[in-house]
């Protein structure tokens, strides 16, 4: 175990607290993300407390970046542009967060991922069929929905974990979380946050917003456990998924603004090898 | 009359039917489409029980294709970058649906159709005003509403149909679909669903969603069915178009979970000459 | 003061009535804008009663808006394309809209702004800082929020205006309005439209929509007016950000269809100098 680990060990590792550093601090979050998700994604991070930020240009991305306080860099619909814009963003040195979608089904992509590997993301975040892929044990799902549990991909998270000396973050029903030797599962969640688009994907963003005030691991665990209760007390609101997206943005908004309830929904698993 | 409309003429079409194939298949949809409904497109197919994904770059698209069980194409803002990707998905050789989006006002897109029609989309889906000028009987219209009502596409329609072998839906206050010999007329609707972006749109995604598990003639009236009878029940609920974009989603989820009465919105037209 | 001045000072500037033209002619209205708010901005245009179109590629984007009846260039996600799409649209003669988003601390976007500039926008909108950045006078903000209260815009807002023959609309908690001669605010209002993205851009592009219908000074005034009275109407009956955003759709559609109301928001402020 390196220091690294051992002094997230000897942490209590607190949603709470990591939410309300958010709210105090407003931070600055770029986003390079997909053009399905990209409103809903603005609107999650200001519900949240964050102030988001679309800027995809090449010329224009790796000076913002240099301003904002996360980047998210999401491969949904990755134009040449936006691929220009991610590779300039993830040398700014400011902590990212890479959303490997659909990574191992399609080229343009994979390739892309590989790529921005190098460059050390603060948390990869991704469905088990994502993590696989780019961990280069699967060839990936069916693209956006996942095809494995995320217990299916903890042996593929830690390796990821060891190599970039990050956090990853596999979403599922139960969500697992490790930075290569702690691994942490946030329970709960409602499975109407899967039939609406953007659930996942403005996961990563929020998470992009946390990284500027708090540790990677507690970023993920944080955004995690935020959105487990979130998509709960939204659907106790809602008659199908338009409503249950609408009441998600309302109760991230409330969630957030009194986080103390977070707190219990995470659990230390042991640790993964 | 040939052998293939003799075929639909045998069968009793039931929009019911397709959707309880849909739920049951929940097929992958990839959209090709613009970027003002992405996310209520993919929202609109995530509600009926399909799978979307938002596939649009060159050297991903045609590959993607192949996968997919269903294809729109949906000119509403061509980048070229979604041309190239469009011209990729349409030789997959799977089933694809063309929603012409203004064409005949605009020459890009305009270029684009034309050209792509050579590759038989198996449904066209349009307004009378788009569905006129595709088959070169008129300007257009002002862009992207209606100025002709559906009958005045009849002819227009029955031409696009034998010229491509496939279907074509002329969207409007009623419905008419036709594969060139046998014309379906849908009726009911809201005039609300015209007073939000990508009522059309996602209608259109929703036939590709359908083309996969029933016929091209069967996909047009079902989807179209389904529009007509969520539309109804959200403008029954809604207090403006704000409300009803949102309960039109929440309808969608509810009437393809129990669409048995769809199929009394469906009436058979005397053949199109 | 000058002749055109002279005019607006003798007519009674009427919210009420700008808008009950523009739901008598439904305006045709252009727009090139950012992937982050097409969605809401096409709905906050039906809305109201015009009928948008997202026209915004290379050999389309002039020709269209030759037929507009006016154009918003909304520079939030500006694309090679966007950007020689805006270039065209332009130079049509139509009377157009720009939103600055974030000009001062991008460069790309800065530039092409300047260049636009040339063009004389008939109204200029943006927030404090964009219109010091803008005009000159300042850095820019961190992006998309205001950092500057409305007043410190003033002169930077009579310069613009005098520079482009324009108005210049600076939003805020209280609205500042010019012409270069006469300065209108605009009150009331509530925070939630700040919650969400998209209320500054759609208001932009409601501007665009008034432009065809009405002077550039009445059309600025009644945009503003019209999202003061419809986002306290909302905020009324929202339980979060998410709900507002949807009441926001709804009360502009019910304000816009009877805005005898707005013109008790609009107060003449002494000229600026």
Redesign the interface.
Known sequence: MNARAEDHLSDRLSPAAALTALRENAP?VQCIT???????T??AL??VGA???????P??AG??AG?ADGVLVNL??????QRDAAREAVRAGTPWVLDPV?VG?????TALAAELLDHRPAIIRGNASEILALAGEAAGG????ATDGTDAAAAAARTLALRTGGVVAVSGPVDLITDGERAIRVHGGDALLT????GGCSLGAVMAGLVGVCTSLEAAVAASALYAVASERAASQ??????F??????????VAAAPAELDARVADAPALR
Do not use: H, Q, W, Y
Request: proline residues 7%; hydrophobic residues 50%.
């Open positions: 600055l997909n053009t399905v998700v990209t409103n809903f603005a609107n200001l519900a102030a988001p930020a679309m800027c995809d240009i010329g224009e000076l913002f301003i949904g619909t990755p134009t040449a542009e659909a089904v399609l080229p343009v992509r069916r693209g956006v929905d039939r609406v688009t953007g809602a008659k199908g998924p338009g409503s997206a609408v009441a998600f943005l309302d109760a991230l908004d409330a």
